[in-house]
């Protein structure tokens, strides 16, 4: 239900404003800017009206013998780093349409720092931090690909990083286990060193360690959750904004996981050992091996319970208040599903079916719910294209319904901010398809991100209407950044979440308003039992 409209093109939504210029950053003889982090000098570059250090190493290359252990804090250099290039991303062969680029190389644990280039006063007021976890389904994806220049000209610093993905990121296996370090959630551990590092190193880019946002999308987004779960994380950020990263609200167990672990030391060959020899034999495996023969896709690359860096699911510590309760924007897009039915018909080359339409569904629920899922979808014997009925669908399921029931258990003890990004006429980076995208997973990313077209997407660039949309989500979450409240003068009121109304900003090119009852407009009472 719509209860009142604001005029979204104010003129004070394109004011300019005045930087407040960064502290600590000095130049070097060449002009360039340079940071003095603790592992060293750090040597950016002025590109695009802001500085830019790049490929900047937050861990110790995970390779050889720190393969699948926790992330080793970086060594100190004696000479300065030349932060001009990005990092290595994390090896994967997922590229999910495009979105992700592909990589070999397990020497990726690197982060990027961006900061506006106004380094007039020494002792000027540190500025906030947004670190931003790139998405991906934990298989795929890198920090590198993000352009944050939006946020910046909004006087804030961004921090991107790149994580271990798929099997590499999130993998279990007794003879692991049994080393006595912390396992399985490697690709957390390592999100949890990029934001120790921003803690510690932060200042010397003039940020505030006190002031840090942690945002993602998708499976970023669901990291942030898992952050915010995650006792290891407590202190090292202070708001959480989740894009389309609601969709999982119990987390595999460490048993479930082992089953794959063992399926991927059987097929790259490491079984029938005792637990030395297996875990050997499990580092020396080369990296092309692992891409080839283990199981690193988007389904089976996930966060675990693990009773140590996740001791409960998202669900289990939202619903008894045992996480890092912080100020939270949690959102999704109105179209979530087409994305992933997409890339169905995209891999298997001819429309969605039924027998696919319930390998889709199998593929993310599991045998058990699928089974339930098709009954409730009540699909007709036809061999007509379903792939409009399974992006509707399976969006619903996934995404969109399960977001109210996380704001519902946030909202208990956190202030809480939802929307719903609405632009059907969103660009696409992704091939044509035979139904349309509109609002579809990842379609926001342009809008935070300029001219974001994943690793190898086309680019199709914003219009005028679709420019002031950007701008105005661009201030709502900078200005979120800076105080844990998203509104500012110029910009339509958003309302904080309660689970009576599910108050949700409705956003697109034409409008922006404040809605209600979010779970009734998507019918998600037909989900029952499942979510």
């Known amino acids: 239900m719509q209860r009142y409209n604001q005029s979204l093109w104010l003129p004070a939504l394109i004011a300019a404003t005045s930087l407040t210029a960064v502290p600590a950053i000095a130049a070097a003889q ?3 800017p340079v940071a003095l982090s603790q592992q060293g000098a750090v040597e950016g570059v002025l590109k695009d009206g802001y500085f830019q250090f790049k490929g900047i190493p937050y861990a110790q290359p995970p390779v050889g013998d720190l393969r ?8 100190n250099r004696k000479g300065t780093l030349k932060a001009d290039h990005f990092g290595n991303t994390c090896a994967t062969k997922l590229t999910l349409g495009g979105f992700g680029p592909v990589s070999d190389s397990e020497d990726c644990l690197y982060l990027n720092v961006y900061t506006p280039a106004n380094i007039s006063k020494k002792d000027a007021e540190k500025l906030p931090v947004m670190v931003w976890i790139p998405g991906g389904g934990l298989g795929s994806g890198s920090g590198n690909e993000y352009n944050p220049v939006e946020l910046v000209a909004d006087n804030v610093i961004v921090v991107t990083m ?50 840090i946002t942690l945002f993602g999308e998708s499976a970023g987004g669901h990291s942030v959750l898992a952050q915010m779960a995650s006792p290891a994380a407590k202190g090292l950020f ?25 399926l991927v030391a059987k097929n790259v060959g490491c079984s029938g050992m005792n637990d030395e020899k297996t875990a050997a034999c499990l580092r020396a495996v080369p990296t092309k091996t692992i891409l ?46 087409t994305f992933f039915a997409a890339m169905m018909e995209l891999d298997s080359g001819k429309p969605i079916d039924k027998q696919s339409y319930r390998g889709g569904l199998t593929a993310f629920f599991g045998e058990k719910d699928a089974d339930k899922l098709m009954t409730i979808a009540d699909l007709p014997d036809t061999k007509a294209n379903l792939g409009a009925n399974y992006a509707d669908f399976f969006g619903r399921a996934k995404f969109i319904c ?14 809480v901010y939802s929307y719903e990004f609405a632009d059907k006429t969103a660009p696409q980076f992704a091939e044509t398809v035979s139904f349309p995208y509109k609002a579809a997973h990842t379609s926001d990313l342009q809008y935070i991100f300029r001219d974001f077209k994943g690793a190898t997407g086309s680019l199709h660039p914003l219009n005028a209407k679709q420019q002031m949309l950007s701008s105005a989500m661009v201030g709502y979450w900078t200005n979120f950044a800076k105080t844990g409240n998203p509104n500012s003068e110029g910009l339509p009121l958003w309302e904080n ?35």
């Open 238 to 262: 202070q708001k959480a904004i989740i894009s389309s990263g609601s969709f999982s609200l119990v987390q595999p167990t460490v048993g479930e996981a082992t089953q794959m672990g063992e």
């Open 292 to 337: 080839d023969k283990g199981v690193n896709y988007m389904t089976t690359a996930q966060v675990v319970t693990d009773g140590d860096v996740m001791p409960l699911s998202l669900k289990e510590a939202f619903s008894t208040g045992k996480y890092n309760q912080v100020p939270v924007i949690n959102g999704f897009n109105t179209n979530e599903g």
């Open 68 to 75: 699948w252990q926790p992330p080793v804090e970086p060594a």
């Open 402 to 415: 399960r977001t109210p029931l996380i704001n519902n258990l946030l909202a208990e003890r956190s202030p």
């Open 162 to 211: 790149n994580y271990r993905l798929g099997m590499f990121g999130f993998f279990s296996h007794p003879a692991l286990a049994k080393e006595g370090h912390k396992t399985i959630n490697y690709g957390t551990m390592d999100q949890q060193a990029a934001l120790t590092w921003v803690n510690k190193n932060i200042d010397a880019f003039g940020g505030d360690k006190n002031n």
């Open 497 to 531: 979440y309660t689970p009576k109304q599910e108050n949700t900003l409705y956003m697109s090119p034409e409008k922006i308003i404040m809605t209600d009852n979010i779970s009734q407009q998507f019918n998600c009472s037909e989900f029952k039992g499942i979510l």
């Open 30 to 32: 060449s002009g360039a």
